[in-house]
């Protein structure tokens, strides 16, 4: 058995392979978080006074709040005075097109294997052509550290009605619309983390759907912290409204790096009468080395309003990444009928710790909600899974179907399951499973004896074991998570 | 005039569901003479607590060693029921069946217990709560090699609040099993910290808790496998009428070394009206590869086709309605091995859901 064990062990144990960082030029914000710094970040970015306001209301409420320690984690202290808390790329002359990119940027990510000039020629991006054409095609709104350089595919979205924007443009360009949406899902004084990053947000996107329009491609960003010492401060806010529907994926990697580095993003989603978003993640931070030196501090924030009848969100994610992560995708199911879905793969290995799930928060009558939660457990790691399931008291006949599973690779990590579930409507159904397992000697003995190596038959498992969230994934990230968790698994043997 | 205690709020992760401004009400009624109960088991040696304290004119000790002794406690309860109390020993492969009634006239009464069990000794223990008043208590138990507790807690206390932290260890091949009734007007709070200390432990815990009006009743449990080879099973009933409220926490945890551990959870909450509430929280906290851990968690009223299938065969809707929620708490009582305090703890249930239904 030990030596099973031993191997599946090692199988999760891989250097991070996309660790580098790359020389670009960049202009900083002082150091430390004051009002100056929230005031500098704001002028930075041409922002309206309301904006201004908004933000400094925020500051001063994260100052008279408290970090919660809720949360199965062990993190140390943070110190937010010795932070950068804005960097960009030098600022160049307005962009063209792809090509005045500074190349320096494009290498990044073409490291990551997802050039953008690739997305394009893979997408035949002869401009535009709309006429419905395949929905093969991915729209990439790049975060570089923290601003948008590069917004493709733009003119297309346009003659679909769709705005996509990073969120500093949308502040300038269409500031009604965003100052109707922002913070109403995640208000200003949500959560400490939520707090700092409504004073501190540097960039992030901002998506509207009009109605009855369904999104011609898929939507996604890459973010990426790339300076030293730079928390990244990331504002989402997808509005979809009636009848749209919209795919959004979000994928992360970062270079290696030997201090901690804070994120605290905030996604904010909205989902008219009829309208559906499916968000999808995939995030593979620098996870920090074998001793659990290094690796980003993942507190995010993450919540879905699904306000009209029959609206759905679906969260899906992959989680490889981060020395810690912090986070609970949620959906308030207010509208009749709506939907609420989460779907998540968490690996944790060395010292990683992980505590995530979701809150599915049930106020409308016949919203139905499904979790499936599987949890992967390796090296000296811990992996919870925290959620919550409320039904209101007016919501009739809420349906929550919740399935927790959880796989432990070694004998030195751990899996914990914490459920919340709060009924206060008889004709809610509400059911829970939840299951701890490893790998057993029958199921690696079974698939040796079909001609698997022991790490062909961990990774066959392992697949397997997550498949019910990885086919929930959009083909464009379904490849890229199987080979996250493929990566995480090879090189073992020997 | 009762001193103010400083007492946990909601916003710790442990007394999240918790009804502390109950507790502070309950000191506050006026005291008054309260009746010692007839004994369910009438043979079996019985100590009687009255406000607290061990009331020699009622209790019958017959030949158990009881002698006196401090004990300690920090969690936030418990700690005011620290300080004098007594320890009952039981010696290797006895075999004795205690009752014990804790009766409250209306005043704070705290009470620390120690039980030790010495090798394959063997308890059958009944405890009732009636009265009113905050009632507070402590108990320890020390399950030696082998050792077996049978033990039923039935909380009928008529107003008021009953605060209970259980805290056992248990040894190797030991086993330890408790169930709880409330099924009274009294606000609850059932804690209980089990550890499974040695190879081969069992450990069953649960119990039915019912409420109605705008009563509050919670327990939070922990069962912590320590040592390979433990078995422990959990099972709990919420029935939540009127604007009342029941919240089950019960925890499993499983140390680094406690590999081939069973531990297996089943929580399960109805409602009778669409004003009451019920929280659950089924914990597993697991550091070992080797085990199988399980935990089911359901919450939702009768099933309305089990309820038609009575009706078409002749018996009137509110009967249906009485039998499902008798049988759907029978799930929690039935572990009670003993005949006699089955009955009781039925009529008790009964009783109740006549009351309310």
Known sequence: ???????????????????????????????????????????????????????????????????????????????????????????????????????????????????????????????????????????????????????????????????????????????????????????????????????????????????????????????????????????????????????????????????????????????????????????????????????????????????????????????????????????????????????????????????????????????????????????????????????????????????????????????????????????AQIEHEATTSKISEDQLFYAMSRGLDQEAAVALIVNGFAREVLQQLPMEFAVEAQKLLGISLEGSVG | MTAVLELPTTREEAFRWADMPALQAARTLTPRSAAVPDAILPDAARLVFVDGYLDPDFSRPADLTITPTTVTSDHALARYAAGQGHVIALAPRSVTTIEIARVNAGEDSHTPLVITLGKDAVLTLVESFTGAGWTNTLTRFELGQGARVMRAVRIVQDAGFVSTRDEVAISEAASFVSVALGATTAGTRLDAALTLNGDGAYAELGGALLTRDDQRQECAVRVRHARPNGQSHQLWRAVAADRSTVSLAAAVEVARDAQKTDGEQSLRGLLLQRTATVNLKPELEIFADDVKCAHGATVGELDARALFYMQSRGIPAARAKALLTRAFVADALDRIADETIRDTFAADADAWLEHTL
């Open chain 1, 1 to 427: 058995m030990a030596t099973k064990n031993a191997e599946a062990y090692a199988a999760v144990s891989k250097t991070y392979e996309w660790g580098f960082s790359s020389d670009i030029e960049q202009d900083f914000a002082p150091k430390g978080l004051s009002e100056d710094t929230v005031r500098y970040i704001s002028a930075k970015k041409n922002e309206p006074e309301w904006m201004l306001d908004w933000r400094l209301k925020a500051f001063r409420l994260w100052q008279t709040m408290e970090a919660p320690d809720w949360a199965k984690l062990n993190v140390p202290p943070i110190d937010y005075q010795d932070a950068y808390y804005y960097a960009e790329p030098k600022a160049k002359p307005k962009l063209g097109s792809l090509d005045e990119v500074d190349p320096e940027i494009l290498r990044v990510y073409e490291k990551l294997g997802i050039p953008i000039a690739e997305q394009k020629m893979l997408a035949g991006v002869e401009e535009t052509n709309e006429d419905g054409t395949p929905k093969r095609r991915v729209a990439v709104d790049a975060v570089f550290d923290s601003v948008s350089v590069a917004t493709t595919f733009r003119k297309e979205l346009e003659a679909a009605g769709v705005i996509f924007r990073s969120i500093s443009e949308a502040i300038r360009e269409y500031p009604d619309l965003v100052r109707k949406w922002l913070g109403k899902v995640v208000p200003q004084r949500d959560n400490y983390f939520a707090t700092l990053n409504s004073a501190v947000f540097s960039d992030g996107t901002f998506v509207y759907i009009p109605e009855g329009v369904r999104c011609p491609m898929e939507l996604s960003t890459y973010f990426r912290i790339n300076a030293e010492n730079t928390g990244q401060f990331e504002r989402t806010l997808i509005v979809a409204d009636k009848g749209s529907y919209v795919s959004y994926l979000e994928g992360c990697t970062a270079p290696m790096r030997d201090e901690n580095q804070l994120h605290a993003a905030v996604v904010e989603l909205v989902a008219m009468d009829d309208a559906e978003i499916k968000y999808s993640t995939v995030q593979n931070w620098y996870p920090g080395d074998e001793n659990g030196v290094g690796g980003i501090y993942n507190f995010v924030t993450k919540r879905a309003l699904c306000q009209g009848r029959n609206s759905k969100v679906s969260w899906t994610q992959v989680e490889t990444g981060s020395a810690i992560t912090w986070k609970y995708p949620s959906c308030v199911l207010a509208g009749e009928n709506s939907v609420g879905e989460f779907y998540s793969v968490a690996v944790t290995n060395n010292r990683q710790q992980a505590d995530t799930g979701t809150k599915m928060i049930h106020l409308g009558k016949g919203s139905r909600s499904t979790i499936v939660s599987k949890g992967i457990s390796a090296g000296r790691s811990d992996n919870t899974y925290r959620g919550l399931v409320r039904v209101g008291p007016t919501a009739e006949n809420v349906r929550n179907f919740t399935q927790c599973d959880s796989l432990l690779l070694g004998d030195q990590c751990g899996a914990h399951t914490v459920p919340y579930i709060e009924v206060k409507n008889p004709s």
